[in-house]
């Protein structure tokens, strides 16, 4: 089996800006995040698309959207790719929760693989269904090209899985809005091909 994977995290969203946890929240683009996707659908314009997927939250949907227009493509909402739930820190800034949560915060910056969020999940659940919904796309899409829209820790953990890394990595991973890797991936093989185009 092989797939080429088209993979970004979606545009900015104000609480992007504003250094917020966003996690299951479900906010949208900012202005500068609908530019952004535009330009992302044109990066793309001249690839062969089988499809397009991003996580049902609807900053990815909003990016994913302006890409899957361009090829004549509905967008696939797949929840394997939602971002991490953040729980009890969600709405508020890093520096917020450093305040509220030292330890954790700390924790979470040093060795996030050890972290199960407050009333959220814990790293290792999300690397569970973002490769289970991988291994969906390979069985689907051998021998295709699909675009990915997600979010920074789904990204970031396929990022380090074609790589072969451990999720504890996931902070050597740079992961801006709306920029472009590519992935490929055959039988055992796994190739980063770009990164942050």
Known sequence: MSLRLFLLRHGETLWNREGRYQGCVDTYLSPEGVAQAEAASLALAG?????????????????????????????????AFREICHGRWEGFTAEEVRGRFPELYGQWRAAPETVTMPDGESLE????????????????????AVCLVAHGTPVRLLILAALGLAPGRLW?????????SEL??????????????
């Open 47 to 79: 690839c062969s698309l089988a499809a397009v997927y991003s996580s049902p939250l609807r900053r990815a949907r909003e990016t994913a959207r302006a890409i899957a227009g361009r090829h004549g493509l509905e967008v696939r909402a797949d929840p």
């Open 184 to 197: 490929e991936f055959s039988g055992e093989f796994r190739t980063l091909q770009r990164l942050n185009v």
């Open 172 to 180: 050597a991973v740079h992961c801006p809005p709306a920029r472009l």
């Open 125 to 144: 659940q999300v690397q569970e269904r973002v490769l289970e919904g991988l291994r969906r796309l390979e069985s689907e899409h051998d021998g295709e």
